[in-house]
């Protein structure tokens, strides 16, 4: 897996909203992440794994998708790989509502 | 809810949702949003549903009659015909529905057309502002006639900017109505707690789309800043507000008839009044003018009488005798009988 280290922001995004920043930051790593997931064959997935969730700003939802991923692991048909892709995926989903990337909309009488 | 209702609501094709969270959930805000909504507020109104809880009237209740001991103003604009006090009606009469039965009483107490200042000069909401009792819903149509924004430093406009100022111990629910809320006095649209929009109208439908804000000025660091915010109700960021007729509601049934009576009462005596001023601003009485015509007017038939009088003795005119009668200078007074000459 490539170095997560080697993050470097444009300018223009060093300017913006550091929620803009964060998701900038994360989706970048998610990328990588992606890729590394295509060529798994020389890399540590839970650590690869351990390193995404460490970015969740949210401690106990962090160890909640920990164990989720431990739980999943354990079962033999669905491999660590693929525990790994769905927990980061809960993840994602827990991120957009946070982050709200999909706006709802609402009515009232 | 009972069950029939529950089927009844179900079978028009409304989200139960709608009347259990108190909200109605549209998915992603795009454009189909307004759609999705619109649709369920035309079910609701053809079918004849109940109408779902109003998260926004129940907030309002909650402020005026709370702890706090707040009041809540806003304004609501929409072009001419948009349906802006058929919107401030039902949001009124609502109100009135709730806080009534929240103390067990008529509706009618809180809010009635006796409550709705229609296109009334400042002396006309002045009048309505003090006759209405605490909790009142009032409503000032046309509010830019009374609070117009170039009548901004007029006396007028600064003693009701005072009223509405201090009024919040009255606790009432003020909403008023412009074309836009720039055709109000700048004071004035400081002091809203929320302004609210005539988005779509569907007259057709028996319903507006409105969209509200709360809003919040603050002056700081020598620039003012206005916030508008959506409200939230639920954790939800409110997008779209569906207002009906106040004549939906049994207490108010009729209300917009005899609405548009008074409101058309309202426009002929305004009509009048403006062209009587113009008359006036037309042909212009100045001050001394005027004077000169009261006095003709209370000594006039004295000095007449008088210089009649010494001229039948074949005396000459004596202004210091008239003078004496009637306190004015002799120069009025030739003034005056000028003027009686050419009568």
């Known amino acids: ?109 | 809810m009972d069950d029939e209702i529950k089927a009844h609501i179900e079978a028009a094709g409304v989200p139960l949702s709608t009347y259990t969270e108190g909200y109605t959930d549209l998915g992603p805000a795009n454009r189909s949003a307004l759609k999705r909504f619109v649709n369920i507020c035309d079910k609701i109104y053809k079918n004849k549903l109940p109408l779902p809880p109003s998260p926004f009237i129940e907030f309002v209740v909650e402020r005026t009659t709370g702890k706090s001991k707040q009041d809540f103003t806003g304004m609501i604009d929409g072009k001419k015909g948009r349906g802006k006090s058929t919107t401030t009606g039902y949001e009124e009469a609502r109100y009135a529905i709730e806080i009534a039965d929240k103390w067990g009483q008529d509706p009618k107490d809180y809010f009635s057309l006796d409550n709705c200042a229609l296109l009334e000069d400042t002396e006309g909401i002045m009048r309505i502002l003090e006759e209405a009792e605490k909790y009142q819903a009032i409503m000032l149509d046309d509010a830019s006639l009374a609070l117009g924004s170039r009548d901004f430093a007029t006396q007028k406009n600064k003693n009701l900017n005072k009223i509405m100022t201090a009024c919040r111990p009255k606790r009432w629910f003020v909403m008023q109505n412009a074309p836009m809320t720039s055709h109000i006095d700048l004071q004035q649209r400081e002091l809203m707690d929320f302004v609210a929009h005539v988005y779509k109208s569907y007259h057709d439908g028996g319903f507006n789309i409105i969209k509200i804000n709360s809003e919040e000025f603050t002056y700081r660091m020598g620039k003012k800043r206005v916030y508008e915010k959506r409200f939230s109700f639920y954790d939800r960021k409110i997008d779209f507000y569906c207002a009906y007729s106040p004549d939906i509601f049994d207490p108010f049934e009729g209300f917009m008839e005899k609405y548009d009576k008074q409101r058309e009462e309202a426009t002929n005596r305004l009509i009048r009044d403006i062209s009587g001023q113009e008359k006036t601003r037309s042909n212009p009485v100045n001050k001394r003018e005027k004077n000169i015509l009261d006095l003709l007017e209370k000594h006039g038939w004295t000095i007449k009488k008088m210089k009649e009088e010494l001229n039948k003795k074949g005396k000459p005119t004596s202004l210091y005798q008239i003078s004496a009668e009637t306190g004015l200078t002799p120069h009025m007074i030739n003034v005056l009988y000028a003027r009686l000459k050419k009568i």
Do not use: H
């Not at chain 1, 300018?11 to 970048?28: A, C, D, R, V």
């Not at chain 1, 909640?64 to 993840?91: H, P, Y």
């Open chain 1, 1 to 109: 897996m490539p170095a997560l280290t080697d993050f470097t922001p444009t300018t223009e995004l060093l300017t913006g909203s550091p929620k803009m920043m964060y998701t900038y930051f994360l989706l970048n790593q998610c990328a990588k992440y992606l890729d590394a997931m295509q060529n798994p064959k020389n890399i540590n997935v839970d650590s690869a794994t351990a390193a995404l969730l460490a970015f969740c700003p949210d401690v106990p939802k962090r160890n909640q998708f920990w164990d989720a991923f431990v739980e999943r692991k354990k079962d033999t048909e669905v491999g660590t790989i693929t525990a790994s892709i769905l927990t980061i995926g809960d993840f994602q989903a827990y991120l957009s509502e946070v982050l709200e990337f999909t706006e709802k909309s609402a009515g009232v009488f």
